[in-house]
């Protein structure tokens, strides 16, 4: 075998195993490590100073951060959420189905519902229902047109400071649900809806167990974002003199003049709220992705298990 001929084999077995990708390696990236590199160090000497700076006073917060009043305002605070975000799930549910529905009547209703509450803020909302006496001295059920009257009520003694809150938060939040749901509904092919109808089932079934455990899966992102901005929400409710965890620090620092001090107890409360909510809100999220998540495979071993053959081959050849 004449030296020419050997050397073009060698050329050729260096040039298969340059084009194998098991042999391959990603570019270096110098630019990436530097990047993490500045972002780490900005990220320390913000934290470093934020840490040593005297004017936050560190030791009032930890001194006021699990104290009686503050831990009564964060039990408003969490309750409120609670009972406003369940409310205006199941307020917005109806909504967001009427607004589908075929029937005018209840279509238009549920679009003025949501044209009206996303339209105004939710300041304004609180404070007109904390107010609603000024209106309205006395709430009574009676015959329209006629002085027959079934029941009536106070208002002063419905709408307390609790209940406007609850109102408040809860039916403006309906709007906002109103169209993630129907969002979601949306999101589900028509043809579960043909395949429920083709079973007889009746839509009020067909939504409960087809289409509205399909439709989870791009309700349930959205949604907790409003759960987490009704945390924030709820210390719009300080104006209307609701105890909740806003109104607590206030009525602290209104007496120490301990300003950033109780307003970091309260940003650091609230940090940690939305933070367990979002693991909480991942979970969810996997567990309605189940049988939908696509799986990352190693595109370099399945392209290298490809080759495998045909690269084999060659240096059998070759040999």
């Known amino acids: 075998?004449?030296?020419?001929?050997?050397?073009?084999?060698?050329?050729?077995?260096?040039?298969?195993?340059?084009?194998?990708?098991?042999?391959?390696?990603?570019?270096?990236?110098?630019?990436?490590?530097?990047?993490?590199?500045?972002?780490l160090v900005i990220a320390a000497n913000f934290l470093w100073l934020v840490a040593t700076n005297p004017n936050f006073e560190w030791n009032v917060v930890l001194q006021w951060f699990t104290e009686g009043s503050?831990?009564?305002?964060?039990?408003?605070?969490?309750?409120?959420?609670?009972?406003?975000?369940?409310?205006?799930?199941?307020?917005?549910?109806?909504?967001?189905?009427?607004?589908?529905?075929?029937?005018?009547?209840?279509?238009?209703?549920?679009?003025?519902?949501?044209?009206?509450?996303?339209?105004?803020?939710?300041?304004?909302?609180?404070?007109?229902?904390?107010?609603?006496?000024?209106?309205?001295?006395?709430?009574?059920?009676?015959?329209?047109?006629?002085?027959?009257?079934?029941?009536?009520?106070n208002t002063n003694?419905?709408?307390?400071?609790?209940t406007a809150a609850i109102a408040g938060l809860a039916l403006n939040e309906a709007a906002y649900m109103a169209e993630i749901i129907r969002a979601g509904l949306l999101s589900v092919d028509n043809g579960q809806v043909e395949t429920t109808q083709a079973f007889g089932m009746s839509r009020s079934r067909a939504l409960r167990r087809v289409i509205i455990p399909q439709a989870m899966r791009s309700i349930i992102p959205p949604t907790g974002n409003q759960l987490i901005s009704m945390i924030k929400a709820t210390s719009l409710v300080s104006v209307i003199a609701m105890?909740?965890?806003?109104?607590?620090?206030?009525?602290?620092?209104?007496?120490?003049?301990?300003?950033?001090?109780?307003?970091?107890?309260?940003?650091?409360?609230?940090?940690?709220?939305?933070?367990?909510?979002?693991?909480?809100?991942?979970?969810?999220?996997?567990?309605?992705?189940r049988g939908t998540t696509r799986t990352v495979v190693n595109k370099r071993r399945v392209a290298a298990n490809e080759a495998a053959p045909a690269v084999a081959h060659r240096l059998k050849e070759d040999v």
Do not use: H
């Open 243 to 289: 105890g909740d965890l806003l109104y607590s620090v206030q009525a602290v620092y209104n007496r120490t003049f301990e300003i950033i001090p109780m307003l970091m107890v309260a940003v650091i409360w609230y940090l940690l709220i939305t933070s367990i909510l979002n693991v909480g809100q991942s979970a969810i999220e996997r567990y309605y992705a």
């Open 157 to 162: 003694d419905l709408i307390t400071p609790l």
């Open 70 to 153: 503050v831990m009564k305002g964060l039990q408003v605070t969490l309750g409120l959420t609670v009972v406003s975000m369940i409310l205006g799930t199941l307020l917005g549910l109806l909504l967001g189905v009427w607004r589908l529905s075929e029937n005018k009547l209840l279509s238009g209703l549920s679009s003025l519902y949501i044209w009206f509450f996303r339209g105004t803020p939710l300041l304004v909302q609180l404070i007109f229902w904390y107010n609603l006496s000024t209106l309205f001295p006395t709430i009574a059920i009676t015959l329209p047109w006629t002085d027959i009257t079934f029941a009536s009520w």
């Open 1 to 39: 075998m004449s030296p020419v001929t050997n050397n073009s084999r060698a050329r050729d077995k260096a040039d298969v195993q340059q084009r194998d990708v098991a042999f391959a390696r990603s570019a270096p990236t110098y630019g990436r490590w530097i990047s993490w590199i500045l972002v």
